[in-house]
């Protein structure tokens, strides 16, 4: 019902930023949570910072700080603002939408964007 589409990743170096998009193909209503996950090689995929419908932001103990998450208006675009990145943030980055409550109702996830921290 909701296809996840995101942008945004690629090489940068030590102590530089980027900035992930996401764009969902139909507006989201309802009650929802957004959340942006990374899953590096050999590792298990973790929560990276989420936000709610009612616009709490809540982020890993690693990223706190540095990184930004927020929506636009429209409920269509997701963005992920990653500032001083560090190696340990080279992953596969992904875009999840889970409504809870609404006529979109499921869990939707995006086919992911490789970011790469390296000199």
């Known amino acids: 019902q909701v296809q996840l589409v995101e942008s945004g990743g690629g090489l940068v170096q030590p102590g530089g930023s980027l900035n992930l998009s996401c764009v969902a193909s139909?507006?989201?209503?309802?009650?929802?949570?957004m959340n942006w996950y990374r899953q590096a090689p050999g590792r298990q995929r973790e929560l990276v910072a989420d936000?709610?419908?009612?616009?709490?932001?809540d982020y890993a103990d690693s990223v706190k700080g540095r990184f930004t998450i927020s929506v636009d208006n429209a409920k269509t675009t997701m963005y992920l603002q990653m500032n001083s990145l560090k190696a340990e943030a080279t992953a596969v980055y992904y875009c999840?939408?889970?409504?809870?409550?609404?006529?979109?109702?499921?869990?939707?996830w995006g086919q992911g964007t490789q970011v790469t921290v390296s000199s």
């Open positions: 936000i709610t419908s009612d616009s709490n932001t």
């Open positions: 139909r507006n989201i209503h309802g009650i929802w949570i």
């Open positions: 999840n939408v889970n409504v809870v409550l609404g006529n979109l109702a499921g869990d939707y």
